[in-house]
């Protein structure tokens, strides 16, 4: 036995346990728990599987999810550690790439099938207090859906409640991503064999040195990914910070400027006042009228 278990919310370890075509009964699960469709899914055709190299060792890859299902649904999937403050543009973006796809040019509109983005985030983003959402095109003031053929949803890991009912899927797939090794998913590995097989696959990545050692490789890189987009953000804090100052020094000395000439008004003209105080004629000017 190695090391404690890998973590389920890396996104290697992730699409490995969820977008597996040998263990398909995983994900049909996980959609079920959080579409929860009328007509349960009972089949989904997983889409590039394979994980490639050059993917693990690029920091701007996506390791996504991408399947069918049996309701005739595409679904994107993505899981993401850290905030990069752009989860929803980007959300829309593939979304809206993934419908866009489905079409050849001059094929018919009524090939277009259900689109459903999918977002796994640990960390807190929407101002909604559930650890779920789920966002569809509605109208603005009567709140009547226009479609359900584009869905987005977001699973927010921090906001799940220790209180939570476990006997919700959804609760259960989540409290599985949180803490794989809790004495929750513990119990739970009794009464649920999808979990029982997703806490399975993931003892036995956890026991393989080599995909132990891809997984602490892309760890490191998802790691320094965040790193750098935090110190661009502090950088750029602090680059406004040092224009705001020299702006609020600029209008100190403006305001100075101001008061000296007001206090010449009535003893120098207007273009000796402008000598004097570097302010423009025009706003000399001004001050008199005023």
């Given at each position: 036995?190695?090391?404690?278990?890998?973590?389920?919310?890396?996104?290697?370890?992730?699409?490995?346990?969820?977008?597996?075509?040998?263990?398909?009964?995983?994900?049909?699960?996980?959609?079920?728990?959080?579409?929860?469709?009328?007509?349960?899914?009972?089949?989904?055709?997983?889409k590039?599987?394979d994980?490639?190299?050059?993917?693990?060792?690029?920091?701007?890859?996506?390791?996504d999810?991408?399947?069918?299902?049996?309701?005739?649904?595409?679904?994107?999937?993505?899981?993401?550690?850290?905030?990069?403050?752009?989860?929803?543009?980007?959300?829309l973006?593939?979304?809206?790439?993934?419908?866009?796809?489905?079409?050849?040019?001059?094929?018919?509109?009524?090939?277009?099938?259900?689109?459903?983005?999918?977002n796994?985030?640990?960390?807190k983003?929407?101002?909604?207090?559930s650890?779920?959402?789920?966002?569809?095109?509605?109208?603005?003031?009567?709140n009547?859906?226009?479609?359900?053929?584009?869905?987005?949803?977001f699973?927010?890991?921090?906001?799940?409640?220790?209180?939570?009912?476990?006997?919700d899927?959804?609760v259960?797939?989540?409290?599985?991503?949180?803490?794989?090794?809790?004495?929750?998913?513990?119990?739970?590995?009794?009464?649920?064999?999808?979990?029982?097989?997703?806490?399975?696959k993931?003892?036995k990545?956890?026991?393989?040195?080599v995909?132990?050692?891809?997984?602490?490789?892309?760890?490191?890189?998802?790691?320094?990914?965040?790193?750098?987009?935090?110190k661009?953000?502090?950088?750029?804090?602090?680059q406004?910070?040092?224009?705001?100052?020299?702006?609020?020094?600029?209008?100190?000395?403006?305001?100075?400027?101001?008061?000296?000439?007001?206090?010449?008004?009535?003893?120098?003209?207007?273009?000796?006042?402008?000598?004097?105080?570097g302010?423009?004629?025009?706003?000399?000017?001004?001050?008199r009228?005023?």
């Amino acid at each position: 036995m190695l090391k404690g278990l890998l973590d389920p919310k890396v996104d290697f370890v992730f699409k490995n346990i969820f977008g597996s075509d040998k263990n398909p009964e995983i994900l049909i699960s996980f959609l079920n728990a959080i579409l929860k469709p009328k007509d349960k899914i009972t089949v989904v055709e997983i889409k590039g599987n394979d994980i490639e190299k050059q993917f693990i060792e690029d920091k701007y890859s996506r390791l996504d999810i991408k399947a069918t299902t049996s309701n005739k649904e595409i679904v994107n999937i993505e899981i993401q550690l850290k905030n990069e403050y752009n989860m929803v543009k980007r959300s829309l973006y593939y979304l809206s790439k993934m419908y866009e796809e489905q079409l050849t040019e001059g094929e018919d509109y009524s090939k277009l099938c259900r689109t459903i983005c999918i977002n796994i985030l640990n960390f807190k983003y929407l101002k909604t207090e559930s650890f779920h959402t789920g966002y569809r095109l509605k109208e603005i003031e009567t709140n009547e859906e226009l479609t359900d053929i584009i869905e987005m949803h977001f699973i927010e890991i921090p906001k799940l409640k220790d209180n939570t009912d476990e006997k919700d899927m959804l609760v259960a797939w989540t409290e599985f991503l949180k803490n794989p090794e809790s004495e929750k998913v513990r119990t739970l590995e009794l009464t649920v064999e999808e979990i029982r097989h997703a806490k399975d696959k993931l003892i036995k990545m956890s026991n393989d040195s080599v995909q132990r050692e891809i997984y602490e490789m892309r760890a490191k890189i998802l790691k320094d990914k965040v790193s750098a987009l935090n110190k661009a953000k502090e950088e750029g804090i602090q680059q406004g910070l040092q224009q705001g100052l020299q702006k609020g020094l600029e209008q100190g000395e403006k305001n100075k400027a101001i008061s000296i000439a007001k206090n010449l008004l009535d003893v120098l003209d207007d273009e000796t006042i402008s000598l004097k105080t570097g302010l423009l004629i025009e706003e000399v000017e001004k001050l008199r009228k005023n």
